[in-house]
Each structure stands twice: as C-alpha cells, then as structure tokens.
C-alpha cells in the first residue's frame, strides 16, 4: 500500500504537523505501508490555462496529459501512484490557498473517471481514433482520501469555505473519503501538540484511511469529530437556497428537502439524490452528458449570428485603442 501525505502550508508549520501525525498512525497499524510526503510550499504549479490540449490529445487516441511543465508533473505522479492520500491545506481568506485550486484545476477534471471512460468506450466502438487498452487504466484506479482543513480563525465562521473545497480535489476521482477535519483555531492552540484531542484525531483519521484502502466503499464508516455534517455524501453544512423548502448541496450537486420543527431544521437527502452526487460515476455522466450538447446548441446560433458576431468581436480586439484614444 502506498499512502500519500500531501500538505499545502509551511514547512514543519500547522499543515505538516497535523498531516505528518495522520501518516504516525498510519504506518502504527500497517508498517509495511510506502509512505510518501510532499510540501508544495515552494513548489511550482501554475494555473490551467484552459488551453485543452489534454482533452484534444484523449480525442485524438493519445492519453490526456498537461501540456504546461512545471512541479505539477511529480505531484501528479504521486497522487497517480497512492492508494490513499491525506491532503492538509491552509485556508487563506475562507477557502483553502490558491495553489490547492491550481492542482485541482490541472489534475482532477483531467481523472474525471466518467468522461476518460466516454473516450475509451468510443474507441472500443471505432467513432473515435486509439487504442482503448492503451490508456494507463492505473489513473483511473480506486484510491481513498482524507481531507484536514487548517485555519488560524477560533469560530468556524472565517474558515467557512475551507473543508468544502478540499473535496473538490478527488470526486472527479471518485475517491472514497474516509475523514475530513476542520483544524480551525490554531491562532489560539498555538502548536497542534499543544492538542492532544485534535492530535488523537489525526491518528486515528490516518489508521481509518489506511485500513479503507482494504474494504469497498460501502463499507468504509465516515469518521467525523463535530458532528457528521448536513449532507450524507460529503458530510458538509453547506446548503444552497432558492426561495423553495428543496435545497442543494453545493459539493454534491444532490437535492434535498428541508422541513422545520421550532427551532429546528432537518435536510432529508433521498437514496436517488445520493446515487446522483457529483462523486459517483452516475453523478460525473450526468455532467459528462451535459457538455457533450453544448455543440449543438451553439452552433447553430452562432452559425445564425455570424454576420453581427463578426462585428461585434471587432469591438473586442480594439478595445486597447479605445481605451488609449
Ligand atoms: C493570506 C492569509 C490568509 C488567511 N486567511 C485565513 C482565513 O480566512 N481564515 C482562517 O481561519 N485563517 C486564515 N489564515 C491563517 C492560516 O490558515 C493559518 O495560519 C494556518 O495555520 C496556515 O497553515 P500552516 O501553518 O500549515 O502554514 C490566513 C493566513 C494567510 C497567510
């Protein structure tokens, strides 16, 4: 088994500390367990840049690797690698800091299992170009995942976003999350050790993900500390609203419906909604099926608009001279 530990804050600072303890627990009940840690700190991954040469290179029969070189490629690899990972990011201004997202944006749509899965049928049937065995089937293979979110803030109120996003990083994966912790408060806990609750916490999370690797999903029992969260999938209290008594969990994409008794309030999510969120293969298809009719709807609209689109564009190319005249 080879687990992974990949933090995004300073050397040796709250991140490490906290992820490095899970990683104690882990090689504690599997010692013959590859660990593997990487810092990102001072490391370079830069932002997608949209470019979609990896999509163009998986149409054309090839695999969908980033064309931008940088750290990117070595972290990649190690997640590629791992059979579970345990990710700690700072937050930085209520989400977790921005060179968390840059990894997200270049590795996870990229490992999005439904869509390399639609290319690789298409081949098997001949309508597109390349060998569906070539594909390295390793990246897609099932890994689990825990997630410490780490901020300086005492109440939960300034970290807000922080646990949410991580989970961005492995459902187009569909990684099994295992436990995600809000680490928040460390302004006041001055060094995690001083925390023997919260370090007890890391142990165990780190013994939790690694033991996962070895069951099926189903099997896997969510550990979570405060509570196990509003939603059943993701186990966050994130809720978006509409006017309406159904709400949606913005993580999982999946509805559900609220009901109110005094001064309390309950979401019930159906088993159908769960079968549907964003982190199962049926969740990542309902997507996948989506943006395959953007075409179609496009283009014959801008087929019909071409004439004033043409001008309209002119505008755009010369809006450096307005701005300059
Ligand atoms: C630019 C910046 C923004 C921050 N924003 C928040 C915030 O919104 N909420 C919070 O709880 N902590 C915030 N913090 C504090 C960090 O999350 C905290 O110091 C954390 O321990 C850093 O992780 P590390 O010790 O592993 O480097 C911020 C820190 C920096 C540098």
Known sequence: MKVLGL???????????????????????F??????????????????????A???????????????????QMVEEAIREADAIILAAPVYVLQPVGQFKNLVDRFSCRHDVSAVNWVLDKRRTGEMPG?????????????????????????????????ATLHLFGFPVMMKVVSNYNANSMGTVGNP???????????????????????????????????????????????????????????CGIEGKISIEGDRLEVEFSEAQQARARGTFAGLREHTEEIQGFGAICAPKIMAGKEMLNEKMKRIKKFDEMINA
């Open 7 to 29: 933090s995004f804050g300073k050397k040796n600072a709250n991140c490490d500390i906290l992820s490095k303890e899970a990683l104690y627990g882990v090689k504690e009940n």
């Open 31 to 52: 010692p013959e367990a590859e660990i593997k840690f990487i810092n990102t700190q001072r490391l370079t991954i830069d932002r997608c840049i949209g470019c979609g």
């Open 54 to 72: 990896c999509s163009t290179s998986l149409e054309k029969g090839g695999d969908n690797d980033c064309i931008i070189k940088d750290d990117f």
């Open 131 to 163: 060998d569906p065995d070539a594909y390295p089937q390793e990246r897609l293979k099932r890994r689990v995942v825990s997630y410490i979110s780490v901020g300086g803030a005492i109440t939960e109120n300034w970290t807000s976003m922080g646990c």
């Open 193 to 251: 050790y001083l925390d023997d609750e919260l370090m007890g916490h890391m142990h165990e999370m780190g013994k939790r993900t690694a033991a996962a690797v070895f069951m099926d999903d189903k099997e896997v029992e969510y550990y979570g500390p405060k509570g196990h969260g509003t939603c059943p999938v993701c186990h966050q209290n994130l809720l978006m609203v509409n006017g309406t008594t159904t709400v949606e969990c913005p993580v």
